[in-house]
């Protein structure tokens, strides 16, 4: 758990940083039972005293860290931020699943393109054009984790909408674009709902260059959706790979090599396609494509 300020009370309780610390005592949740899970929803309220989040840490600290007057509040680098790690780290150990660790990894190359054009039977410039539109150009963040988008929609659907009410902001009845934090922050999100239901959370997030569905992992040639979300930290070349099965077994490469745009993203992208303009997007992309080879 990684914080940048203190939480709780006094603390300066930065909404990234409730969220993390709401996260991590989720996760240790079956250590203490008498904590009910906690909204994840990055607030204290108006009186953080009288938050559950706040009950929660005070919790903690007395039960776990063995403070007899618990203070509520969690510093950077602080007894409760160590212990409430060392705690993760065991748990995590004996008992949950642990994305896989980033690490640089080699991108595509022109012959990668040039191999799976000519398997496929269509341009570069085709298979380029959607990756550019899905990951906007780039298959990676900065840390070298994969892009990933969390899907709350999907992660209600997933869980049977038993996590609406009390997570509203990783479990969504509907498709609600303000519950998106955006960019490498969705990984908070998808930690959140990890500590809920640890498959539902994979398969409820798109993932890598070509952004598929973790739902979509054995359309794409896996087994388990954690082999799916292994090979997407493992390489640009496996995304590319998941990308394929996924366009050939769902028999739409036909569109890709017509470059019938809308039929291809209405198939790929979903029915409401034309909401965000993929079609254009992708037909847009592809001229520009074509124009530099």
Known sequence: MNITHSVGIGGVNNRDDVIAVQTALN?????????NKLAVDGSLGQTPASSNTVAAIQLFQRDVVGMTNPDGRIDVGGRTQQMINLKLSQFEGANSYALPIPHPSVLLSDQDYQQIAAHLGCEVAAIKAVASVESAGNA?????RPKMLFEAHIFSRQTNHQY?????QISSPKWDKSLYLG???EYQRLAAAMTLNPEAALRSASWGRFQIMGFNS????????????????????????AFVGFIQRN???RYLVAKNWAAFARAYNGPGYAQNSYDEKMASAYSKFIQHQ
């Open 251 to 253: 028999n739409i490469v």
């Open 183 to 185: 960019g490498e922050r």
């Open 218 to 241: 054995q359309l794409c040639g896996y087994g388990t959706v954690k082999q799916f979300v292994k090979g997407m930290f493992s390489s640009e070349r496996e995304h590319l790979n």
């Open 164 to 168: 609406d009410s009390q997570f509203p």
């Open 27 to 35: 996760a240790l949740s079956d250590t203490l039972p008498s904590m």
């Open 140 to 144: 990676f963040f900065a840390d070298w």
